[in-house]
């Protein structure tokens, strides 16, 4: 299984940017795609995650980002609004088994929010 991701940039603060993963290959069995990032000096964090029935969000995003996806083309989209200089990092797409046996990661795109 291959992720591309898509739709990193540099936005002022307030800004919207929204950013795209498409898998590609043998995908069986119920699974989740998600968005997590990292920021320079720090660890990988959860952002948004959905199994197209269902999405969470990491409490510092909630009301900002919306995660969707469209199972038809194995794409996740993160439609993030209202952007922060915080929300700066590189941000990966995942997919993941809901019984937890397999995941996949994409190669990360930047997103920079200045002030």
């Known amino acids: 299984v291959q992720l591309q991701a898509s739709g990193g940039g540099s936005v002022l603060a307030g800004g919207s940017l929204t950013l795209s993963c498409a898998a590609s290959g043998s995908i069986s069995g119920m699974n989740a795609m998600g968005w997590y990032r990292q920021a320079p000096g720090k660890q990988r964090e959860f952002v948004a995650i959905?199994?197209?029935?269902?999405?969470s969000y990491a409490d510092s995003v909630k009301g900002r980002f919306t995660i969707s996806r469209d199972n038809a083309k194995n794409t996740v989209y993160l439609q993030m609004n209202s952007l922060k200089p915080e929300d700066t990092a590189v941000y990966y797409c995942n997919i993941a088994s809901t019984r937890g046996d397999w995941d996949f990661w994409g190669q990360g795109t930047q997103v920079t929010v200045s002030s």
């Open positions: 959905t199994t197209g029935d269902f999405a």
